[in-house]
């Protein structure tokens, strides 16, 4: 429970500030777009920092790196509520995003290792369901601390929360067994940072402005030019047999013999995480601007949005458990299945349903991501072993956050199609989505008739 809290308060706390943007830049005498980098600098850290704190908690202890990322957290969190001026705030959010990034790459790792391979699939879809509670509550939570307090409030809150759950899991959470040792080529972890920020930054301007404007094209070349070079540097290193290692690297070289990061099987789950968190981010922005259009109240969207998290939490847990009994390939091949088809059906006949009406397809696709996200992260951490059970726990977290961003950024795509071109992109974007949601249902289908022990690959990690 204490590991989930973590999930809970990182999610709490990337949604809790969309609202206090307009206050926060009206106190600070900023610009609003310029008050936007309190929320995605949040964001961008931990995208950026993941696969370089799943291998230190490896190398160093998943325990330690967890519960001192809370620790940074809250320290951030305290300083972001005393910051006299923007250029002190972000700072400080940055600090945030680092603790973040810290027990985000750790926590499923620690689940995996903590609880028997029969309990699992519940754990997991426990931490989805917090992830969803995170997120459902945080724009409610932030708003009320505004309406009464102010917006320092919100980073009250968080100091003290996350410095109540630091201590919590310094007590509950066992000590690590096992380490993976090793050491971090900082280089190249820079490279990595460099490029996804690019991709990242690129994708947000991309978003609000134009795809094909100067500067977002100018950086898409950069993150692709930056990615070449580190390939090239790679490949020379293995030839010449010189170097360090990457986090990814290192992830393959601690079992031997066993080259996760060329197992289909994995690729594909990690492909499965993208592509269904982006499908639903994109949702989640477009459907709310579709049904104002059409004339309902803002308090009214806001409740049929709600289905959506209502859902998760309801059907992430059943779900992690079914898993648990039957195994994770079935629950996973129904939601995908599920949500491609909502996704269609979405696609052509969006503009012709009420509000009423809406509900259904909202509450469709929590039910659908909820029996995705336990069963999928299931099948990708069994593959690992446990010396790679840190580095895969944070590309799981980072193939989500890659995901939000690229689902975002398909949504303001919607929204800033105008009222006229608004269902035409709508269309495009959905059927992109549904596509893709349902090649990977096909191939797992494919892959679990062709094989009648299709399973059996995800377990032998857990022998290892």
Known sequence: ??????????????????????????????????????????????????????????????????????????????????????VLLLGFRVIQGIGASMYQATNMALIVSVFPKEQRGRALGLMSTFVAAGSMAGPGLGGFLIQWFSWESNFWLLAAVAGAVGLLAQRLIPRDTETAGGRLDPGRAVWFAIGLSSLMIAVDLGGRSSFLSLPVLLLFAASAGTAAAYAAHVRASRLGNGGGHHPMEDADAAVPGRKLFADRNFAAGIAITVITYMAAFAAQLALPSLLRLSGSEPAWVGLIMMGYPLALVVTAPVSGSFADRKGPAGILAAGLLLMSVTLLALAFSASLLSAVMMVLPVVLLGCSMGMITSPNTSLVMGLAAKPQLGMVSSLLALSRNIGMMFGTAAGGLVIGAGAAGQGRTYMAVFLVCAAGVGIFCAWLLYSFRRSGNYMQSFRTADKE
Not at 21 to 50: G, T
Not at 51 to 58: F, Y
């Open 1 to 86: 429970m204490v590991i989930c809290l973590g999930a809970f308060l990182s999610n709490l706390s990337a949604g809790m500030f969309n609202i206090a943007l307009v206050d926060i830049a009206d106190d600070l005498q900023i610009p609003v777009a310029s008050a936007q980098w309190i929320v995605s600098i949040y964001l961008l850290v931990i995208s950026v920092l993941l696969p370089v704190m799943g291998r230190l908690g490896d190398m160093l202890g998943r325990r330690k790196v967890h519960n001192l990322g809370l620790l940074a957290f809250a320290l951030g969190a305290l300083g972001c509520a005393l910051a006299p001026n923007a």
